[in-house]
């Protein structure tokens, strides 16, 4: 399978997503923010299917629009009553503007399946690297920020006597889940971020109760997951998007039952 | 040497007064109950000390200094409300709590390492250290916070509600606990509470809150007929009962101190 250049595109690809889906993720269902990262991915999906409009690269459309959905949540404040209704009425009028935008430009419907979906195959080398350059960017913005981001997430009003500002933390944290969501979105698509972000980390919580460990856990999984998926997909010739659900939900239904029991 | 010294200080919370012109001093080393009824401004309190509310009039000095976030004599203890509910150790939620300012990546020196391990010892923490915190009882989270608080050494410790929804024989194991803490480690302990029954016996002196205004005492001076009518502005009674202490206001109790 590595005879073919796109199925080695995709592998570096899903690993990188999968460092960094991994990592943010962690901290993502640590801190009981998976509604938001979910919203995210549909807010990018808008900003891809406007750029596409426009006629400029979807990726940085999907790039600017979930960073400033992602500053925008977390402005909203973390203690806010109703932060989840507030999240679920962005969601809703993105994704309505986004039909909007592809309803101009239905010569496209391939292009806006691969945004939904995730088109992993389809990665070429000038994407690999700006997907590197995120990741990278997504990963040095959680390496400076963990500390204090784990103690306003663990201990917020603590922290804040202590001198974290909550709403900074809130406001970086985000930005940076939307980067790491806009590169997920390239794997597994808008409507499947959830399966790299949400699963792997999820699992590696129900297994160890350690915070290195628990991160780490987290990558593996999501790097296995990915990987598996695309191996997966090559054979069978389904989806590579499905086989990752499908192995990211496997091992999370796994991982709860072992622990219950 | 003292702790707390508040000279005429104001607090106002959202344009509502709610401590007017208190004048106050606390010794080093003293255990304070702060009571009072519900909004009438004990979390507030604590939250000026901290450096968290604006003093609007007046003067507050913690430690000799004027009141600023971050002052690492000072150990806080929020109420457990806003804990996450985290499968993650209680080794590594107290430990998030070590210089946890700092920007970087969470990893802690051997020192810090050696300060969360002292603070748990201090609180017959260690075997808490492994358990997911999810998994932990009520009073047990209790001691990790309380060993949260400890990480620095601080001279000053502000317990907010630590007995909330803790059953009386678990009340009691706080308490006893936060005493020998206090006397081990020499230092001042603010303690807010609903009721005062479960703190007769341990606090040196009580701080009732109500109305705006302050009075600091010993139990037998504070809590009498005129000091407690002034502070709820309505008659109220005292009544002993097995030394036990109930407030009352005409037929009706005021706030249960059962």
Redesign the interface.
């Known amino acids: 399978m590595f005879a073919y250049d796109f199925m080695i595109h995709a592998c570096i690809a899903a690993g990188i997503v999968a460092v960094v889906s991994g990592c943010v993720g962690y901290f993502l269902v640590l801190r009981g923010q998976t509604f938001a990262g979910h919203a995210l991915a549909h807010v990018g999906f808008t900003g891809a299917t406007g750029a596409v409009l426009i006629g400029a690269p979807p990726l940085a459309g999907l790039v600017l629009v979930t960073v400033a959905g992602g500053v925008g949540i977390g402005l909203l404040g973390d203690r806010l009553q109703g932060r989840d209704v507030a999240i679920g009425l962005v969601l809703s009028a993105a994704l309505g503007l986004g039909l909007l935008f592809l309803h101009f430009f239905t010569a496209y419907a391939s292009q806006a399946t691969a945004l939904l979906f995730g088109n992993v195959l389809a990665v070429d080398v000038d994407t690999l690297w700006a997907m590197l350059g995120l990741g990278l960017l997504s990963l040095a913005g959680l390496g400076i920020i963990a500390r204090p981001l784990l103690f306003a997430s663990l201990q917020p009003d603590l922290a804040e006597a202590k001198g974290v500002s909550i709403r900074l933390m809130s406001v970086l944290f985000l930005a940076i889940v939307a980067l790491a969501t806009a590169e997920c979105t390239q794997i597994v698509g808008v409507l499947l971020v959830f399966t790299l972000m949400v699963g792997p980390a999820a699992t590696a919580q129900r297994l160890t109760t350690r915070l290195g460990a628990g991160v780490l856990l987290s990558v593996t999984l999501a790097l296995a997951q990915a990987w598996l998926g695309l191996v997966l997909a090559y054979y069978t010739d389904w989806p590579t998007s499905f086989w990752i659900a499908a192995l990211s939900g496997g091992t999370y239904l796994l991982a709860s039952l072992t622990r219950s029991t | 040497m003292t702790s707390i010294e508040i000279d005429g200080a104001s607090l106002t919370l959202g344009g509502r007064v709610v401590l007017r012109d208190i004048s106050l001093s606390i010794a080093g080393g003293e255990f304070i109950g702060v009571l009072g009824p519900n909004g009438a401004g004990k979390t507030t309190l604590l939250?000026a000390l901290?450096?968290?509310v604006p003093i609007s009039a007046g003067r507050i000095a913690v430690l000799g200094q004027p009141p600023a976030?971050?002052n690492p004599a000072?150990g806080?203890?929020?109420?457990t409300r806003?804990?996450?509910a985290?499968?993650?150790?209680g080794w590594?939620?107290v430990a998030?709590?070590a210089?946890?300012?700092?920007?970087?990546?969470?990893l802690l020196s051997a020192m810090a390492r050696r300060d969360v391990a002292w603070a748990l010892d201090l609180v017959d923490g260690k075997d808490l250290a492994?358990?997911?915190l999810i998994d932990l009882s009520g009073g047990e989270r209790q001691r990790l916070l309380l060993a949260?608080?400890l990480l620095g050494r601080p001279r000053l410790l502000l317990l907010d509600e630590p007995l909330i929804s803790l059953d009386p024989h678990h009340q009691s194991g706080v308490i006893t606990l936060v005493d020998r803490v206090r006397r081990a480690l020499g230092i001042t302990v603010l303690f807010t509470a609903h009721e005062l029954n479960p703190l007769l016996g341990a606090i040196d002196r009580v701080l009732y809150l109500g109305a705006g205004h302050a009075a600091l005492g010993t139990v037998a001076e504070v809590i009498t007929t005129p000091v407690l009518s002034r502070l709820y502005g309505a008659p109220i009674e005292v009544a002993h009962v097995n030394g036990r202490i109930f407030v009352m206001t005409g037929d009706h109790d005021a706030h249960r101190h059962a």
Do not use: E, H, N
Not at chain 2, 76 to 79: A, F, L, R, V
Not at chain 2, 86 to 89: G, I, K, P, Q
Not at chain 2, 99 to 106: A, D, N
């Open positions: 939250r901290l450096g968290l976030r971050g000072i806080y203890m929020p109420q806003a804990l996450a985290t499968r993650l150790s590594d939620v998030s709590a210089r946890g300012t700092r920007w970087g990546l969470p492994t358990r997911p949260q608080a």
